[in-house]
């Protein structure tokens, strides 16, 4: 399960209480930042879980939406206390885009985790030489490679290990199995790695062949996460990486169809392994 240690889970969970407390109390958030007299962008923050929420705060927050059960109170307020600190990625901060920082809290919470990228394999599934390669076009620097590779690879561990995911869906398109990324060698271990993946409990690892076409959901990478006590979330990946989230429910919706589109026609099971294997028995050096 994930750490209840990580603040960025502690004020997600204040985001979630704390908005649904103010639209049971049939307030606007303008209508409840006036009362307190505080900034508008001030309770958005707060309900966006990009702060920490101090204890003299939320008991104000409270009293404004007329909660008053003292265990709720007690809980909610041991999680204010929680929510301060940083979370494990900061010390990655240098070199993690801030936007797919933003996106991390929701993957320590989520409950199932579906992803496709057009081009190259999913992060989540990189090796180390394969993520070092990926980045050599762009970062020169040995260094910075290899702290981003270290970054990647505690992401991995907290997915894969400690994370409260009960459900990973990987969709690998066929030109990132052929499209060489490094050596040989470290392609015929990034594709071992996507096997030994295929294996894990929790675990479906499809392949959308080349034979499938044109789809919508060829044209971008994209993570849709799932939560039980929340909506969906969709990660899109690129320069200009974007979440959408419950406020941009058509977007959402679209892409929990392109996945599906994807799992219907993508092959599986021996068929998805044994195309990986073919593919890896072709890098030879």
């Known amino acids: 399960m994930p750490s209840e240690l990580d603040p960025s889970l502690s004020r997600r969970k204040l985001r979630i209480a704390l908005r649904k407390a103010r639209e049971d109390a049939e ?37 404004q939406y007329g ?21 494990w990625w900061m010390q ?8 797919f920082t933003e996106y991390l809290p929701f993957e320590a919470a989520a409950a199932s985790l579906r992803t496709y ?31 981003l590779v ?8 907290r997915v894969f290990e400690d994370s409260g995911i009960d459900e990973l869906h990987f969709v690998i398109d066929e030109s990132a199995l052929r499209r060489q990324i490094g050596s040989p060698a470290a392609m015929r271990a990034q594709l071992q790695r996507l096997i030994d993946v295929a294996e894990r409990p929790h675990c479906t690892l499809q392949v959308l062949p080349f034979t499938a076409g044109s789809l919508l959901s060829t044209q971008r990478a994209f993570v849709l996460l799932g939560f039980k006590d929340d909506d969906d979330l969709i990660y899109l990946e690129s320069a200009q990486s974007v979440i959408a989230t419950r406020d941009d429910y058509e977007l959402v919706a679209n892409f929990q ?3 599906e589109q994807l799992r219907q026609i993508a092959y599986s099971d021996s068929r998805a392994i ?12």
Request: aromatic share 4%.
């Open 257 to 259: 169809d392109c996945f």
């Open 92 to 99: 990655w901060a240098d070199v993690a885009n801030p936007r």
């Open 67 to 87: 909660v008053e059960a003292e265990e709720t109170v007690a809980e909610l307020v041991d999680a204010a206390r929680g929510s301060k600190g940083q979370s």
């Open 274 to 285: 044994d195309l990986i294997h073919e593919v890896r028995e072709g890098f030879a050096g």
């Open 117 to 147: 990228h057009p081009i190259v394999i999913p992060g989540l599934l990189h090796t180390e030489e394969y993520a070092d390669a990926l980045a050599l076009p762009d970062i020169s620097d040995a260094g910075t490679r290899r702290r």
């Open 27 to 63: 307030q606007t958030q303008g209508e409840a930042a006036s009362a307190l007299e505080w900034s508008l962008s001030k309770l958005n923050r707060i309900e966006k879980g990009t702060v920490s929420v101090s204890v003299t705060d939320l008991r104000a927050l409270l009293r």
């Open 150 to 157: 270290e970054f990647r690879t505690a992401r991995q561990e």
